[in-house]
């Protein structure tokens, strides 16, 4: 298995929207891709911005592919999003999986 680390920040006043795109369009949106077994969300509220941090599982590095293409490494950043995020990471980090929660 396959993990694909992401972060972004937003401001503290559109940290709940970009939590709720997040929650209800974005990230259900990924079950269209095959091997894509689900996703963690983190988040950080700081004084003056909030980091989100995703964590999504996929079976393998073509199930990534199928996600977010021949370039794999680029940031899938849909415009909805863009617009509530001050910053982004360009590139998401791959890791494979080795140890599992029993």
Do not use: C
Request: glycine share 6%; hydrophobic share 40%.
């Amino acid at each position: 298995m396959i993990a694909r680390l992401w972060h972004g920040w937003t401001k503290p006043e559109n940290a709940n929207s970009y939590e709720k795109l997040l929650r209800t369009e974005i990230l259900p949106g990924f079950d269209r891709v095959g091997g894509y077994n689900g996703a963690y969300l983190f988040r950080e509220d700081g004084e003056t911005e909030t980091e989100f941090v995703t964590l999504t599982l996929f079976e393998d590095l073509e199930a990534v592919r199928r996600f977010a293409g021949e370039n794999y490494e680029a940031a899938v950043v849909p415009a909805e999003a863009k617009k509530l995020l001050s910053r982004f990471d360009q590139r998401s980090k791959h890791y494979q999986i080795v140890i599992t929660p029993a």
